[in-house]
């Protein structure tokens, strides 16, 4: 079974600059989930998607992050524009059924962005 | 505010030892408590879960232990081995959807 895809492995980009990070979840999965994982610290959930819709968005810094989960498979995550605190790891996982807890969560590589 | 502690330095021990990671808990009621291994430059990925009405569960040379009196699971490794050095998370699910909040992590090495 392929696990969750991300892309790209890795960015740099400059502080105000824009990026957009990309997920493909295990086939079937039906929520989606976004986490931020600064160096040294836990995963911290950004966005949590059930189908294409949004379940929990409410650490996701709204002024300059946007994701989308369009047909309810692939998402992305935007940022613009960058700043230096922004510089993390971008975690995407997939889990079966939103509605019951203590599912598997599977998390993919992430997407490693350094701001400058 | 809700807080999770994992101990922040390195747990160092001996081949063939057991290691006990600790986690622990303030303003929180979590249904259920899971533990990742996360190595570097990966993602984490899913050990255990226990549900708050349970005590103990075990998986090979795992076992995790919960106790919301003391609001604290201790983790351990039996039998240690230089491959089980990584990071380890534990997290917090309050039921109700899968909405983990992760503790910092503590980093494990076993030594030869």
């Known amino acids: 079974e392929a696990g969750v895809a991300q892309s790209p492995r890795y960015k740099i980009i400059e502080k105000r600059q824009s990026v957009a990070f990309w997920c493909n979840p295990i086939s079937g999965h039906a929520t989606l989930y976004w986490y931020q994982q600064i160096l040294g610290q836990g995963p911290k959930l950004l966005i949590q998607f059930q189908n294409n819709g949004v379940v929990d968005d409410s650490q996701l810094p709204k002024d300059r992050f946007s994701a989308e989960r369009l047909k309810g498979v692939d998402s992305t995550l935007k940022i613009q524009p960058a700043k230096l605190e922004d510089s993390a790891v971008y975690l995407c996982?997939?889990?079966?059924?939103?509605?019951?807890?203590?599912?598997?969560?599977?998390f993919g590589e992430g997407s490693w962005l350094t701001v400058v | 505010s809700q807080k999770i502690e994992q101990n922040s330095e390195a747990l160092n021990i001996q081949e063939g030892k057991t290691a006990t990671l600790t986690c622990n808990y303030t303003?929180?009621?979590?249904?259920?408590l899971q533990w990742y291994r996360q190595d570097p430059g990966r993602g984490p990925v899913f050990l255990l879960l226990i549900r708050e009405n349970e005590k103990e569960k075990r998986k090979e040379r795992l076992k995790v232990t919960f106790d919301t009196t003391l609001k604290q699971s201790l983790f351990h490794i039996t039998a240690s081995q230089p491959a089980d050095s990584a990071t380890y998370l534990c997290a917090l699910d309050p039921g109700g959807g899968n909405k983990l909040t992760f503790g910092t992590g503590t980093q494990l090495k076993v030594e030869l």
């Open positions: 303003n929180y009621s979590p249904a259920y």
């Open positions: 996982a997939s889990s079966l059924d939103p509605d019951i807890s203590g599912n598997t969560i599977y």
